[in-house]
Every structure is written in structure tokens, then in C-alpha cells.
């Protein structure tokens, strides 16, 4: 497998934990290198049911090293929780989880900002988790951010505290919020401080030394493309790089020693939150609601669905450079008798092969579809490519021509058996 980096092809939720869980087999270190406490990676094994926010899930496999990077913004009190969860699961970390001290931290008035500015836009709303994921990485590209290392020395971190708590309590205040706790935030913060103390390192090192001992690396990237601050539909996006390029930015590790991309996509389309989404489809996701499909793992949210965008996965692919493709849930299509795919958009009666900058453009995109058979049959007991039935092999085979990337996987269930590997 060498260095891999797993990304979302679309907005997120593409059931990248799943496909992660699956590759962290041949893989030494799992690296997280973006992202917060907003995204959720979902694994089931046999009947249990595992959602992990900032532990990469590659926690699952005994043995396995994880790496919380320097571009992950964290909320040390969640993390702790995190790991009391795992203990409860009788899940070891300690010696296998490393924390780069360089992350920045999630403060509690960057959540009440967060809230603050999200109601402020009215009908503008960004449709964020109010996590405070946004006013951390604000405070970070202003150089104002206080990062886990800080926390690591209590005198450090109770002078910079006050500092940002007098400045922040001040805009809450006169936003009608009532003023944080200084003293509640100084210990709860310490006290997680205490907890997280074993696993914080300078982890760019322990990095490179893997490298160097020709160690495999899987870098496992939150959210997906469409919400990079960068590359997504701005301003309905997140605020960190969640392209491949972030996996470099994130981590510390040269983009030449990356050997390998995949991008990982659902069947169909899905999206949570608010901007643009030309192939959503009510109908489509009345069903898969109705089957108990498409429910946030971080906030439980019923999410946006629509057809398969294919303008979307070939934008992604270009961004990313995708070497294979890995299809997710295939079997949520095993009713239909009739399968869209959008080839191209039409805007103002011109035919668009490529996605357009601007959200209010995309906005006013009309999809153009072709249409494929369903087959009408249960995939999820399918495991080869020939249990699969033709017209699913076919629907497939077209993806990944228009794609313009191998086909690697395809997922027809939730639990880490139901995937099958094509290369």
C-alpha cells in the first residue's frame, strides 16, 4: 500500500471510516491531518457499532499507530471523552496514539461565536455543527490561536487564556451572551491536560523516522473535497484543506512521498447543511430516510440526498488526482428500477462539463441526466465482483470511465466484511 491518502469525493459522509477501517490492514500509521470534532467516522464490526470524531479510526486494528496531526483543531475535554469510550470498549491507546502539540484547541467561546455568527446569517446560514470549528481556525490564520503544546504548560496556557477570554468575552457580551468562565475553563482544560499529557508529542519526527524505516502510512482525511475551504462550494464549505494537498499541510510529510490517492464516493449523492445541490431529489431521500439510511454520525442530522453527480466526482478527481475510486453504498440503489447519473449541467441554456465557481451559479444549474437499469436484486451478501449483478457491474463500469479512475472497492453494507476489493 506504501503512503495513501483516503479522501471524500464528495460533501462529506461518503463512508470514509469504513474504507479506512478496511485499508489500515496494510497500513503501519493512520494519520489524521485536518478537521475537528465535526466529522464522525462510522465502523461497525460484527454487531458493534464504533463513531470516532478525532481518533483516527485506524484505533480499531490492535497494534496499529495513530497520529493526530498539526492540521486537526481539537477540543481537548471531547478528547478525553473520546478515550473514555474507547477504555469502556476495551480499546488500548496508550503507546499507539500520538498527538501533535502543534494542534490548536477548540475553545468554549469559539462554539458560542460560532452559534453567535451562524444565527446572525439568517437565511444566509452556513448550516455548520457549531462545534466552534471555524472561529479556531479563524484565531489560527490570525496567529491569535492557543495550541496543545501551550496547554502543556499550565502557567503558559493561564496567561494566554486570560488574554483571549478578556478579548472574547467582550464580543459575547456585547452580543447579548452572557461572559465565560474564566476559572471553569482553566480547569477543565487542565484537568484534560493531565489525561491527554502521555499521547503529545512533536509527532513530525515520529513521522519521518517511519518513513525512514519504510513504515506504510494511510493518511485519513474528514469531511470531503466539496467542503475545502479552497476547492468546495464557497462559502458553504469548512474551514481547512480537505483535499489531499491538506494530507501534506496537515501532517508534515512531503508531497513526494505520497504514493497513492483514493477517493472514496457513495453510490448516489448526499449532502448536511445548507449551498447548493443540482441532483437533490426529495423522493430519493424519503427513502432512504424511510430505510434508516443517511443520518449524521456527529450530529444526527437527516441528510440532504440526490442522484449520483458525476460533473462533482470528475472536479474531485482533478483536485485530488485520484488513482482509484472506492464506491460506498451500492446497496442503498438495490430497489430502484431506474438509476440517474449527472453528466453535465445546463445553465442559461448552455451545456457545463465542469463545476462553476460561483455557489449562486450552481445554484441555477439544471442537472442533465443519463439514466441506467436497476437490477432490482440484494447486493449485500455479494462478495466478488461476479456475485454482483450485470447491471450493477455496468453501472459501475460507467463510473469509473467517466470518473476517469480505476475502480478499487465497492462497499454493499455497513459492517467491515461487506466490501469488495477489485485491485
Not at 458560542?112 to 437565511?123: H, P, V
Request: overall charge positive.
Amino acid at each position: 500500500m506504501s503512503n495513501t491518502v483516503l479522501i471524500g469525493a464528495q460533501w462529506g459522509d461518503e463512508g470514509k471510516g469504513k474504507v479506512v477501517d478496511v485499508l489500515t490492514e496494510d497500513a503501519d500509521l493512520v494519520i489524521r491531518m485536518q478537521g475537528g470534532n465535526n466529522a464522525g467516522h462510522t465502523v461497525w464490526v460484527g454487531k458493534k457499532k464504533y463513531v470516532l470524531h478525532l481518533i483516527p479510526s485506524g484505533i480499531l486494528h490492535p497494534n496499529k499507530v495513530c497520529v493526530i496531526g498539526n492540521g486537526v483543531v481539537m477540543d481537548p475535554v471531547h478528547l478525553v471523552h473520546e478515550l473514555d469510550g474507547l477504555k469502556k470498549l476495551r480499546i488500548k491507546v496508550n503507546k499507539r496514539l500520538y498527538i501533535s502539540e502543534n494542534a490548536h484547541l477548540v475553545m468554549p467561546y469559539h462554539r458560542e461565536l460560532d452559534a453567535l455568527r451562524e444565527t446572525s446569517r439568517g437565511k444566509g446560514k452556513i448550516g455548520t455543527t457549531k462545534r466552534g470549528i471555524g472561529p479556531t481556525y479563524m484565531d489560527k490564520a490570525s496567529r491569535q490561536g492557543i495550541r496543545l503544546g501551550d496547554l502543556m504548560q499550565p502557567d503558559r496556557f493561564a496567561n494566554l487564556l486570560k488574554d483571549r477570554l478578556r478579548v472574547n468575552n467582550a464580543i459575547l457580551k456585547a452580543n447579548g451572551v452572557k461572559p465565560l468562565s474564566y476559572q471553569r475553563i482553566l480547569e477543565d482544560y487542565l484537568q484534560a491536560a493531565k489525561r491527554l499529557k502521555p499521547f503529545v508529542t512533536n509527532t513530525l519526527p515520529l513521522i519521518h523516522d517511519a518513513m525512514g524505516s519504510g513504515k506504510r502510512m494511510l493518511f485519513e482525511g474528514a469531511q470531503g473535497t466539496f467542503l475545502d475551504i479552497d476547492h468546495g462550494t464557497y462559502p458553504y464549505v469548512t474551514s481547512s484543506s480537505t483535499t489531499a494537498g491538506g494530507a501534506c499541510t496537515g501532517s508534515g510529510v512531503p508531497p513526494n512521498r505520497v504514493s497513492r490517492v483514493v477517493g472514496v464516493m457513495k453510490a448516489y449523492t448526499t449532502r448536511v447543511g445548507e449551498g447548493p445541490f443540482p441532483t437533490e431529489d426529495d423522493g430519493l431521500g424519503d427513502l432512504f430516510h424511510g430505510m434508516g439510511r443517511e443520518f449524521g454520525a456527529t450530529t444526527g442530522r437527516a441528510r440532504r440526498c440526490g442522484w449520483l453527480d458525476m460533473v462533482m466526482i470528475r472536479h474531485a478527481s482533478m483536485v485530488n488526482g485520484f488513482d482509484d475510486l472506492s464506491v460506498t453504498n451500492l446497496d442503498g440503489l438495490d430497489g430502484l428500477d431506474e438509476i440517474k447519473v449527472c453528466v453535465a449541467y445546463r445553465f442559461k441554456g448552455k451545456r457545463l462539463e465542469y463545476m462553476p465557481a460561483s455557489h449562486e451559479t450552481l445554484e441555477a444549474c439544471q442537472p442533465i441526466y443519463e439514466s441506467f437499469a436497476g437490477w432490482k436484486r440484494d447486493t449485500s451478501s455479494a462478495q466478488s465482483w461476479k456475485e454482483l449483478p450485470l447491471k450493477a457491474r455496468a453501472y459501475l463500469k460507467a463510473l469509473s470511465q467517466m470518473a476517469g479512475c480505476r475502480l478499487s472497492s465497492v462497499s454493499v453494507g455497513p459492517d467491515r466484511s461487506q466490501i469488495i476489493h477489485l485491485s
